[in-house]
């Protein structure tokens, strides 16, 4: 059974309380914490909105999320209520006046508890709000501020919403949250490289051929369109979830698992990123927006149709990334990420070098090099595929053989989503799976390249069509350099 270690008593304000974030997200997170016995019985969590409802009003609501997105079988009986019981709402106008003195009210009655205020918010609400808070005395040594992505559009904007937020926090205090990094399997990565000399030695450029980082979603833009189609793939998934899943991937071993110590080096890779230039952007990305298909077996509508309007957005991209460091020299890293793929999916490949020479003779096997496959979903566990003999007489037949651990499975038990991890180490005061204002600016100045480069050269989308894995120029990217994608259904 897991290990489960209470956190202190806190108060948490979620802003935004009325969202999808908080209602798909936030309230099964906390509930699942609260029902293990990991948040005290003394915590309060209170939404705060501009929405005008009563207390009761958001309470039931909050139960009906419940009931929607945690499976009846994970809600013991009696835990709802008990929950439901510690939450609490006030009707506020994050940029302006109104309902502050409300909640000022409700958090001096316990000025000694943990603070946790999460924004689950537009970020052009992250400064305005932080300065209410400071200008009614709602911040102290406790306090803690948590900013959902995106946080900016590009290096210029991601620098103005950190600046209206530092005025006001300390970098300390600041819990950038990708919730990538809050998955289980992300950070058994650290555990393979760092406590397993077996891996750590081999993870080099002279054993490894070349990285694969997929993350791929079955749905479209759905009610989310306004914001997308501003944004499109590599500001909305390729600049932070993917960048983050290949700094892991990619660091030196921190000297310890301070905060600080494992997002320095995280550092270090988004700056030994090779910029992508408009003399090089049209061989090493591509971009693609779908078209109508078929998803599931379930016909879908075209980006363009359900945007109601033509676009040139990207909904998928792909490229060649290069880590310009001794141990990466000469590994390329590809990255795919778009929406209406065939399924939902996210892993990083590792594929190491074929051996230089073999005993076996062709006829019997395929020549398949060793590959190390990290599933973040579905199925969360890591799968090691090593050549073995067939089993049976008749002679030396060899085939690709996996090693296969599912954690829930090996494990018997289930893993706390992302979110619940993460909003534990927020109220910890444990940074190390959060990101820091460097990281997320250095990030945003590699990306600015890449968007500066289609700017330059400009070209429309490539169409694919929904339930498939990208543009056929995808598929021509990666295998110019005798490469293929890996692409197991499951």
Known sequence: ????????SFDCVVFG???????????????????????????????????????????????????????????????????????????????????WAELTAKLNERPDQVRPYYLATSPDLYGP?????????????????VLEKPIGKDLKSARAINDAVGEVFPETQIYRIDHYLGKETVQNLLALRFANTIFERLWTADVIDH??????????????????????????????????????????SPLNLDANAVRDEKLKVLRALKPITPNDVQQVTVRGQYGAGAVAGKPVESYATELEGPSRTETFVAMKVEVQSWRWAGVPFYLRTGKRMPQKLSEIVVQFRASPFSIFPEESFGREPNRLVIRLQPQEGMKLEVMTKDPGPGGMRLRPTNLDISFEETFKQRYPDAYER???????????????????????????????????????????PAGTWGPTSAIALIERDGRTWHEELR
């Open 1 to 8: 059974m897991a290990t489960i270690i209470p956190v202190a």
């Open 17 to 99: 309380a009325t969202g999808d974030l908080t209602t798909r997200k936030l309230l099964p997170a906390l509930f699942y914490r609260f029902q293990d016995g990991q948040i005290p019985g003394t915590s309060r969590i209170i939404g705060a909105s501009r929405t005008d409802i009563a207390a009761e009003t958001f309470r039931e609501r909050a139960r009906d999320a419940i009931k929607r997105f945690v499976p009846p079988q994970d809600i013991r009986e009696g835990a709802l209520d008990a929950f439901i019981d510690h939450l609490d709402y006030v009707m506020i106008d994050g940029a302006g006046e109104e309902g």
């Open 129 to 145: 709000i932080c300065r209410n808070l400071a200008s009614h005395g709602l911040i102290g040594e406790k306090s803690r501020v």
């Open 211 to 252: 990285v694969q980082i997929t993350v791929a979603e079955t749905v479209g833009v759905e009610g989310r369109a306004g914001y997308y189609d501003r944004s499109g793939a590599l500001r909305d998934m390729l600049q932070n979830h993917l960048l983050q899943l290949l700094c892991l991937t990619a660091m030196e």
């Open 422 to 464: 993460l909003l534990m180490d927020v109220v910890r005061g444990n940074a190390t799976l959060f990101m820091r204002r460097d990281e997320v600016e250095a990030a945003w100045a590699w990306a600015d390249g890449v968007l500066k480069a289609w700017s330059d050269r400009p070209e429309a989308p490539r169409p694919y």
